[in-house]
């Protein structure tokens, strides 16, 4: 054949294919979800099969091992004792609670690990969801947008006086974030940063994560405030509220199978986007990695590597301290 352009030759070998590599994945990338709870002991998550429920004490080291392969970044989960949650979510903004003691002993132990914490007051709440609830009298459930929203400044703060970088609002209530940069501004904690979940849908992909806390709603759904997964141009939308709201970096939940809205939002907005490979997407690749179906490394590889090609500066994946160590190597 006469073929004077052949895109093969930029393919021939591992070296020509190192210099137009155009998507390299770095450990500085990554964010490690932690899971914690009160107690002397660590707990394996039956839904989550690999991942584990920290104490206090433990995940200082799970931390240290993290910063050592390069991880820059955790988000910290809680798993709130039963008889802790109330209808008001109290507990989220106590100052001796689980999660504001968890910041500061990393803090203490390993400053530069930056700590990102979860604004949303599910695993506090009584009823499971991530806002205050209103039973109507039909039994229907209402979120309240506003009330939620004070109480979720509350929580902020508790995290910033406690030591928190990045503050991660994953609620879903209309005008948190412009909310909670006034909050954090007026007790002056300016150079905390917001993180929001800008386009978080309501997904089946987070059942075992609401396994992992015992966080899953009592009733009702959260499709009143987590988008449908149908609508693309809304997540541009959410975004852009966002970012004139005032948040430093948005992100995008699930990864995997929205990576069309990571590429979206990636044209319309400058700040940092985030993407999150959210628990079920884990247990997928697991599953079938246990059943030998898939070679889990290079699953996970890909994975990572298409979020990132689609427009994500930051991952958050429950791989994240193993994908550094792989690719430390
Ligand atoms: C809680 C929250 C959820 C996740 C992160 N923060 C669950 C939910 O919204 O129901 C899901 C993470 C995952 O599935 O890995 N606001």
């Known amino acids: ?148 929203v004070d109480v979720l400044c509350q929580q902020a703060l508790c995290h910033a006086a406690a030591g928190a970088d990045i503050v991660s ?11 909670l940069r006034s909050a954090l501004d007026a007790a002056g904690h300016t150079d905390v940063s917001i993180l929001s979940y800008s386009a978080k849908y309501a997904s089946a992909y987070y059942g075992p994560f609401r396994g992992a806390l015992d966080s899953a709603p009592k009733a009702g759904d959260k499709k009143t405030y987590q988008m449908d997964y149908a609508n693309a141009r809304e997540a541009v939308r959410e975004i852009l509220l966002d970012e004139a709201e005032g948040a430093d970096m948005v992100m995008v939940k699930p990864a995997g199978a929205y990576l069309d809205i990571i590429a979206a939002v990636r044209q319309h907005t400058t700040l940092p986007v985030a993407a999150y490979q959210v628990s079920g997407e884990y247990l997928m690749i697991e599953s079938a990695a246990a059943a030998g179906w898939l070679d889990r490394k290079a699953i996970i590889l890909e994975s990572l590597t298409s979020i990132k090609r689609a427009g994500a500066d930051i991952i958050l994946t429950y791989y994240a301290k193993e994908a550094a160590q792989w690719l430390q190597k």
């Open 169 to 179: 609002p994953s609620d879903m209530m209309d005008g948190r974030v412009a909310a």
């Open 1 to 148: 054949m006469n073929l004077p352009i052949r895109p093969r030759r930029n393919r021939r070998s591992a070296a020509i294919r190192s210099l137009v590599r155009e998507t390299i994945l770095h450990p500085g990338d990554f964010v490690q979800p932690l899971f914690v709870q009160e107690g002397m002991q660590n707990d394996a998550i039956a839904s989550m099969p690999g991942v584990t429920r920290w104490c206090e004490k433990d995940v200082i080291s799970e931390v240290l091992a993290l910063h050592e392969v390069g991880v820059p970044a955790v988000v910290l989960f809680p798993k709130i004792d039963d008889s802790l949650k109330t209808s008001d979510a109290a507990e989220c903004h106590n100052t001796a609670g689980l999660i504001p003691r968890v910041i500061r002993a990393i803090k203490a132990a390993c400053p530069d690990m930056c700590v990102i914490t979860d604004i949303a007051l599910d695993p506090y709440n009584a009823d499971g969801h991530d806002g205050l609830v209103e039973t109507q009298p039909d039994g229907s459930l209402i979120i309240l947008n506003d009330e939620t």
